[in-house]
């Protein structure tokens, strides 16, 4: 532990992946002191692990209803219970999370590109191509998310899918706007110039020098909005729009459950404080990440 | 034209913005250098003399309005540069803690540009401009914020001489380094210049920095040059203009009666 | 205009440690020096705890910092055993300090104006009306040509000499017995830093108030100041009247100032200084 630990430490590394796992390092140390950061940590890194173990920590995949055990309550047998179907809601909130980090995966993986390469190239060449961009990122701004979303599931069907698609295409502008305004500032900055005066061509110091500065802001803001985007998803799913039954997702699960919240509330509210939870759990490793990353926060 | 000149700068002018509401940065700014020469330009902030080094480096803002002619060795210096072009003429920034890419290391800093112009061995490329500008391998993959200031703006005189320039634009090198650190650079760049014959253009706000390292210097103030010498006559105290006698005489220290005369 | 009375100011023993992830780290060792009515130059290169000895002096230190001394009185008031609510009041009314950059010292939303009225109503407890009208003398006071304008100006709108002035003046409102200044001029153009220091010097012979002038230039602080500390790596290593800086004896002043390039050098590589180990223990 200590040799590993002193080759990740050392003032003079031999190779430049030893120098990138180090910076890695230097990082995890300064995370590691927030203990909020830590938490949110855990519950994310416990999502991703439910999700990873569900066949074998379930009994079934929550999907086939079994009339004869149903509503009960939680207990020895049913740790959250069963719902309407008699189906086991630990086992429906396991394999959910599969479909909470799908939608988290596909949404960060469309937003965070588009919403970067426009932001950068706009701040980076200004005039009229920082113009022309950040008018169509108005427009995209401009649009309810929610309201949009409805009508783009409604254009397109119903489906995890195309609420995703929908989520998407409503939240990549303020990414661009956050890079936009990290580039403008790097744009005159000493390195940049320099950069440029060496004869670097304009796509590599955009790829390799501007966009890298801006990365870090961008994944901390995406983290803080992941709590709004499993909520969003969850609320499609809520309004029928998402997700279709039998599919174990959160939202879902809540709207079918709301008949039972007076007398067996479990059936609601295992789910929901999934929801809960999560979104939780994002938001406090989206404040740590900040800490670590946002190069304003650091001396 | 003269081959012996370096660089030739005639009548450049540079404004920022447009209209009446134009700020003119640089009013009709001419010198010449000659091959292997070490120019230095000399004035306060606003004077233009980062302005005029910019200009030369062709990393202005886009807002910016340069007329004038330009040239380095018989080529127009124009706002759209070849990179070959680009490749003979190299600058060195002011704050060495600005200049260096945060996230990158002194293999990516050092071997991009050498890659860009399409050099050979970059490997053993990178670790002779170390050596040559008085570093050891062992900081090849540290990052600047690894690095002492001074060590820092090895780095970037390293990054600089990689592509094997001609010319050098150093625009304050040393004004953010101890002096002591200063003395070590000084003689690193004096040194670079002999072995390699490179031709020096230098701003700097110092007089005795500039009378140290350049053979001719201009004096600038708002835009234009006052007086243009060399150095001798800036060592016997020689100057003409009144500006260029105020600026020797305040950079000999506190004066009392010096500064009332200001 | 140097007149020793009891001395103003006495460290004695002085350490600054800060607390850092690789483990505690002294920035200041054993600093003892008696200030009378004079001006006294603290030079040395960066991490050599100029700054440090300032900042401490006020209490000012980062969080992660800590301080300890043998003795630290400021004329009666022993600095040590002072409550916070003592030394705030010392720090405003009898001691006040002058930053490298003026735009971090002034508040960004007031008007140059208003904040010298501020600090001439909290220390002279005069009306407002009184209060700008001695505002006004005080930067017309520090030579700026034009004070009405610079009076109703923002902290942004003016430049560096001018702020450097404004900071002087609101430093003066209090008739301080002390003033601490860290690199006051040195991100202002020499010429303009000349015209500073000038005021600077005035504005002490008119009060008679000490002055410490924390600076990295050896040439500037023996040429304005009455006496200069030679820090090296946390520790005095030489106290020097100014006239005699040239006939310093350690190797660490002479090699400073050897290393520095001259107008009327001859452009030969310049001595660099060799640093020896002993200098630091």
Redesign the interface.
């Given at each position: 532990m200590s040799a590993v630990r002193a080759w990740l430490l050392t003032?003079?590394?031999?190779?430049?992946r030893?120098?990138q796992c180090q910076?890695f390092f230097l990082a995890w140390?300064v995370f590691r002191r927030n203990g909020s950061a830590v938490a949110g940590l855990a519950i994310v890194a416990t999502l991703v692990a439910g999700a990873l173990l569900a066949p074998w920590i379930t009994a079934s995949a929550g999907v086939t209803p079994d009339l004869g055990d149903r509503l009960h309550a939680p207990g020895s047998a049913h740790w959250f219970g069963t719902d309407e179907l008699g189906r086991d809601i630990f086992d429906r909130v396991m394999w959910g999370s599969r479909i909470t980090l799908y939608i988290v995966g596909l949404v960060s993986v469309i937003v965070v590109p588009i919403g970067l390469a426009i932001g950068v190239v706009a701040g980076y060449v200004?005039?009229w191509v920082d113009s022309a961009l950040m008018r169509l990122t108005d427009v995209f701004l401009a649009f309810p998310r929610l309201i949009l979303a409805l009508a783009f599931v409604a254009a397109l069907g119903p489906g995890l899918e195309n609420a995703v698609l929908a989520i998407a295409v409503t939240s990549w502008s303020p990414y661009a706007r956050i890079a936009r305004a990290e580039a403008l500032t790097l744009r005159?900055?000493?390195?940049i110039?320099?950069?440029?005066?060496?004869?670097?061509?304009h796509l590599?110091i955009i790829a390799?020098?501007v966009a890298?500065?801006c990365v870090s802001s961008v994944i901390v803001r995406l983290t803080l909005d992941m709590a709004g985007i499993i909520l969003t998803a969850a609320g499609l799913g809520f309004l029928g729009l998402g997700a279709q039954p039998p599919t174990p997702e959160w939202g879902a699960m809540i709207a079918l459950g709301r008949e039972y919240l007076l007398d067996q509330w479990w059936v609601p509210a295992f789910p929901g404080i999934a929801i809960l939870v999560v979104s939780l759990g994002f938001n406090l490793l989206g404040d740590g990440l900040r800490d670590v990353l946002d190069?304003k926060s650091r001396d | 034209m003269n081959p012996a000149v370096s660089v030739e700068v005639t009548g450049l002018q540079v404004a920022f913005g447009r209209g009446r509401r134009a700020f003119r940065a640089v009013r009709n700014a001419g010198f010449s250098v000659e091959a292997g020469g070490s120019f230095g330009l000399v004035g306060e902030s606003g004077s233009g003399k980062t302005t005029v080094l910019r200009a030369l480096a062709g990393v202005l803002p886009p807002t910016a309005q340069v007329r004038g002619r330009m040239r380095m060795h018989g080529e127009s210096l124009g706002a759209i540069r070849p990179r070959a072009l680009r490749r003979r003429m190299q600058m060195v920034f002011q704050d060495p803690y600005g200049s260096l890419h945060p996230r990158h290391t002194v293999d990516r800093i050092l071997g991009e540009p050498a890659r860009v112009h399409g050099l050979d061995s970059i490997d053993s490329r990178i670790d002779e401009a170390l050596a040559g500008v008085g570093l050891d391998a062992s900081f090849r993959f540290r990052y600047p914020h690894q690095l002492s200031g001074g060590q820092r703006q090895r780095v970037a005189i390293a990054r600089a001489l990689i592509i094997e320039p001609d010319v050098v634009l150093l625009d304050e090198p040393t004004s953010a380094l101890d002096v002591s650190v200063q003395a070590e650079i000084l003689n690193l760049l004096q040194r670079l210049r002999r072995e390699r014959t490179l031709t020096f253009v230098l701003v700097s706000h110092d007089l005795a920095v500039v009378s140290h390292m350049a053979e001719a210097l201009v004096v600038m103030r708002a835009g234009e040059i006052v007086e243009t010498l060399d150095v001798a006559a800036l060592r016997t105290a020689a100057p003409q203009h009144p500006y260029s006698r105020h600026l020797l005489r305040a950079s000999r220290g506190y004066d009392r009666a010096a500064a009332s005369e200001f | 205009m140097v007149e020793r009375r009891d001395p103003l100011l006495i460290v004695d023993g002085l350490n600054v440690t800060f607390d850092t992830p690789h483990g505690a780290v002294a920035a200041v060792r054993d600093v003892s020096f008696t200030l009378g009515r004079e001006k006294l130059g603290i030079v040395g290169e960066s991490g050599s705890g100029k700054s440090q000895t300032g900042r401490a002096l006020l209490g000012l230190l980062a969080r992660n910092g800590r301080m300890s001394a043998r003795q630290l009185s400021f004329d009666d008031v022993d600095l040590l055993r002072a409550g916070e609510a003592e030394r705030h009041a010392l720090r405003g009314r009898r001691i006040s300090m002058i930053l490298q950059d003026p735009k971090f010292s002034l508040n960004p939303v007031m008007t140059v104006g208003e904040q010298i009225v501020e600090a001439f109503r909290v220390h002279a407890g005069v009306s407002r009306r009184e209060a700008r009208d001695r505002a006004l003398a005080m930067l017309e006071a520090v030579r700026i040509r034009e004070p009405r304008y610079v009076f109703d100006a923002w902290p942004h709108e003016i430049s560096g000499g001018m702020g450097q002035r404004v900071m002087i003046a609101m430093m003066m409102v209090p008739e301080p017995d002390l003033i601490i200044a860290d690199e006051p001029t040195s991100a202002l153009d020499v010429t303009v830093q000349l015209q500073v220091l000038a005021l600077l010097d005035d504005m002490l012979a008119r009060r008679g108030a000490a002055l410490i002038f924390i600076s990295h230039d050896l040439n500037l602080v023996a040429s304005f100041c009455d006496r200069v500390l030679v820090m090296y790596a946390g520790r005095v290593v030489e106290t020097l009247g100014a006239a005699e800086l040239h006939g310093a004896r350690h190797p660490y002043t002479r090699g400073l100032l050897a290393c520095q390039p001259r107008v009327d050098g001859d452009g030969a590589d310049l001595p660099t200084l060799h640093r020896d180990p002993a200098w630091a223990r």
């Open positions: 003032d003079i590394p031999q190779s430049r030893q120098a910076r140390l200004g005039g005159r900055s000493d390195f110039l320099a950069a440029r005066s060496q004869g670097i061509p590599r390799g020098h890298p500065m190069p | - | -």
